[in-house]
């Protein structure tokens, strides 16, 4: 049902954790389900330099929330912005239709944190 590669994340998740005084924080939820997704960013020169996450939720989200910030690490702030869940699941190799939901999750916990550093960069 899942893919090696969604399983690879789900059971040795990368950037699990939170940075001290993060640049930008998104939390998101789905209230269906109930789960939780929050990512961290530190951001220099645009430049997302380092990115964590604490995700509470199912295998599914755990896995797109590892990909996610591996995608992201690295990337400017407008081209994080670009990444889609659908990019998400394709990185993952797939993902069963029931479980689609998790990776827009983490588009969304992406585009939350970023919108948080944008927010305060304007203060
Ligand atoms: Fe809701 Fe996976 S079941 S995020």
Do not use: W
Not at 2 to 20: A, L, T, W
Not at 30 to 48: P, S, T
Not at 67 to 76: L, N, P
Not at 106 to 121: H, L, P, S, T
């Amino acid at each position: 049902m899942y893919s090696d590669k969604v399983m690879d994340h789900f059971s040795s998740p990368r950037n699990v954790g939170e940075i001290e005084n993060a640049d930008g924080v998104g939390e998101v939820g789905n209230a269906h389900c109930g789960d939780i997704m929050k990512i961290y960013l530190k951001i220099e020169d645009e430049v997302i330099t380092d990115v964590k996450f604490k995700t509470f939720g199912c295998g599914a989200a755990i896995a797109t929330s590892s990909i996610a910030t591996e995608m992201i690490k690295g990337k400017t702030v407008e081209e994080a912005l670009k990444i889609t869940n659908k990019a998400v699941v394709e990185s993952l190799d797939g993902l069963p239709p029931q479980k689609i939901h998790c990776s827009v999750l983490a588009e969304e916990a992406v585009k939350a944190a970023i919108e948080d550093y944008q927010k305060k960069k304007a203060q």
